[in-house]
């Protein structure tokens, strides 16, 4: 019986660094159709590209108005 726990937990951490080869940091960040890196607002949560963020004191935020209220 643990001989079939061991056997199972092999296959799922088998399967799971696979998904992690086909799929390498999806998880983390995203990516647009022209590769630009997408990031999160600390206000409101809305993805931005990466060149029109707003960087105020080593946060990102989605505007200038966002920025304000932290
Ligand atoms: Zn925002």
């Known amino acids: 019986m643990i001989k079939l726990v ?4 092999l296959g799922w951490v088998g399967f799971a660094l696979f998904k ?6 999806t998880s983390q960040t ?11 607002c600390s206000v409101c949560d809305t993805h931005i590209p990466e060149s029109d963020v707003v960087i105020k004191n ?5 505007s200038k108005e966002h920025s304000e209220q932290e």
């Open 6 to 9: 061991l056997v199972m937990l």
């Open 20 to 25: 992690k080869i086909l799929n390498p940091g």
């Open 58 to 62: 080593g946060k990102t935020f989605c």
């Open 30 to 40: 995203m990516n647009t159709k022209s590769g630009e890196k997408i990031v999160l």
